[in-house]
C-alpha cells in the first residue's frame, strides 16, 4: 500500500480527520439546534405564546431532522457529504437569520422550525454515515467522537446563547449565530470527503431492511426515547426558573446534559470493544427512562443538576450505540440511508411529545407531567428493544441482497 492508498483507507489518517470534521459539524447544528430551550421564553413573552403553540416550533425542527434523515443520509451515500452539507449550512444560516426578522410565532414555524430543521437533517446524518464508512476496526470509537461533538456543542452553545440574549436580546442573538454557525459549518464542508468503500445499495436492499423484525424493534424504541430527549432540551430551563433560578443558571442545565452525554459517548464507545454493543444500548436506554425518576421528585438546583448529569449520560451512551448497531446487524453498505430510515421515527415523536409536554404543562400548572410523559415513553421503549438478539452481519449480508 502506498503513501497514497494509506492515507485514503479506512483507519486511516484521513479517516481520523474525517471524524474531527464529524465532530466539529455536530458540534455546530446540533448545539444551534439544543439553543432553543434557552430563546424559548423570551420568544414565548413578545409573542404571547403558550407552551404548548411555541414548543411547536422545536417540534417541526426535530420532526424534519429526523424525518428527512433518510433523504439527508441517501443523498450523501449517493453524491458524497460535501454538496449536502453546504445544503444543510445555507438552510441553517438562512432560517436563523429569517427568524430573528419575525414578528408572528406563525412565522417561526416556517423559518426556524422547517429552516433549521433541514440544515440539521443535512449534516447530522451525512457525517455519522461518513464517518461510519471510513472505520473497520475502531468505528466505534471514531462514531463515539463523532457524536460527543453534540454534548459539546450543547455545553459551549447554550451558556453562549443565553449570554447573547442578555446583550443582544433574542433577536440579536440569532443573528450573530446565523453567521457564525453558517461559517463554520461551510468550513466543515470543504474538507469533508466520501469515504472509500461503496455506500450506495440499492432501494429493494433498504426496503427488505425495513421489514425484518430488528429494524421495526429499533425503530419503535428509537421513536419513544426521542421523546423523552426532547422534553428536558425544551422545558428544563424554564422549570429551574419556576423555582428562582437564575437565566443563566437554568441554561446551564442544558450545559451539564451536554457535557455529561460526552461522557456517555466515549465511555460507552471504549466499553464497546469489550461488551456487546447492543447490550450496551439497552443499558443505556434503561437508564435513560430511569433518570427521569429524579426530575419527577424536584427539590434544590442541585437535583437538577444531577438529573442533567445522568439523563445526559444516558441519552450520550444511547446516542453512540444506536448507529453501531445499526452497523452491526446490517452492515456499514448504505449506513446513511438505514440511519435515515431509522431516525425518521423519532420526527413522529418530536411533533406529539413536545407540543403534548407543553398542553399537559398548561393545564396542570406543574412540569412534572412532562417528565412522567418522558420517563414512560423511554421505558416503554426498552421494554419493546429488551428481547431483541443480535443478528451476525453475515447473515444480513445474503438476506439484504439489492
Not at 420532526?63 to 444543510?88: E, K, Y
Not at 466505534?140 to 436580546?169: D, M, R, Y
Not at 450496551?280 to 444531577?306: C, E, H, R
Request: hydrophobic fraction near 55%; glycine fraction near 12%; include cysteine.
Amino acid at each position: 500500500m502506498d503513501a497514497v492508498d494509506f492515507a485514503n483507507s479506512t483507519d486511516s489518517p484521513r479517516a481520523w480527520l474525517m471524524a474531527g470534521v464529524a465532530f466539529a459539524a455536530c458540534f455546530i447544528a446540533c448545539g444551534v439546534q439544543f439553543t432553543f430551550g434557552v430563546f424559548f421564553k423570551p420568544m414565548s413573552a413578545e409573542f404571547g405564546a403558550s407552551h404548548a403553540s411555541a414548543a411547536t416550533i422545536f417540534a417541526i425542527t426535530a420532526s424534519l431532522t429526523n424525518l428527512l434523515g433518510i433523504i439527508g443520509g441517501h443523498l450523501g451515500d449517493r453524491f458524497g457529504p460535501r454538496r449536502v452539507m453546504i445544503a444543510g449550512a445555507v438552510s441553517l444560516g438562512l432560517g436563523l437569520f429569517m427568524t430573528s426578522r419575525v414578528h408572528h410565532i406563525q412565522a417561526a414555524y416556517a423559518t426556524y422550525g422547517i429552516c433549521v430543521g433541514i440544515g440539521v437533517a443535512l449534516t447530522y446524518v451525512p457525517v455519522l454515515a461518513m464517518v461510519g464508512g471510513w472505520f473497520r476496526k475502531r468505528r466505534t470509537a471514531a462514531l463515539g467522537i463523532t457524536v460527543s461533538g453534540i454534548g459539546c456543542g450543547t455545553l459551549v452553545c447554550v451558556p453562549l446563547a443565553a449570554v447573547g440574549i442578555e446583550h443582544f436580546g433574542w433577536r440579536g442573538a440569532y443573528r450573530l449565530t446565523s453567521v457564525i454557525a453558517t461559517a463554520g459549518l461551510l468550513s466543515c464542508a470543504a474538507l469533508a470527503k466520501a469515504p472509500p468503500v461503496a455506500a450506495v445499495y440499492g432501494a429493494n436492499r433498504l426496503r427488505a431492511i425495513v421489514r425484518t423484525r430488528p429494524f421495526i424493534t429499533l425503530y419503535a424504541t428509537s421513536m419513544l426515547s426521542s421523546m423523552a430527549i426532547f422534553v428536558p432540551f425544551v422545558y428544563l430551563p424554564s422549570f429551574a426558573q419556576t423555582r428562582g433560578v437564575s437565566e443563566v443558571r437554568a441554561a446551564a442545565l442544558i450545559g451539564f446534559i451536554g457535557a455529561s452525554s460526552v461522557v456517555g459517548r466515549l465511555g460507552l464507545g471504549a466499553l464497546a470493544d469489550r461488551f456487546e454493543a447492543l447490550k450496551l444500548y439497552k443499558a443505556a436506554t434503561l437508564l435513560l427512562g430511569l433518570s427521569f425518576i429524579i426530575w419527577g421528585f424536584p427539590g434544590s438546583y442541585a437535583s437538577l443538576v444531577v438529573f442533567a448529569l445522568v439523563m445526559g449520560s444516558a441519552y450520550g451512551g444511547w446516542v453512540v450505540m444506536l448507529p453501531v448497531v445499526l452497523a452491526e446487524i446490517f452492515g456499514v453498505e448504505g449506513l446513511g440511508s438505514t440511519l435515515g430510515a431509522v431516525y425518521s421515527g423519532s420526527a413522529l415523536s418530536a411533533v406529539i411529545g413536545t407540543p403534548l409536554a407543553g398542553f399537559l404543562i398548561d393545564k396542570t400548572g406543574s412540569y412534572l407531567w412532562a417528565a412522567a410523559l418522558a420517563g414512560i415513553s423511554v421505558i416503554t421503549g426498552f421494554l419493546i428493544v429488551l428481547p431483541l438478539q443480535r443478528k451476525p452481519v453475515t447473515q444480513t449480508s445474503s438476506t439484504f441482497a439489492a
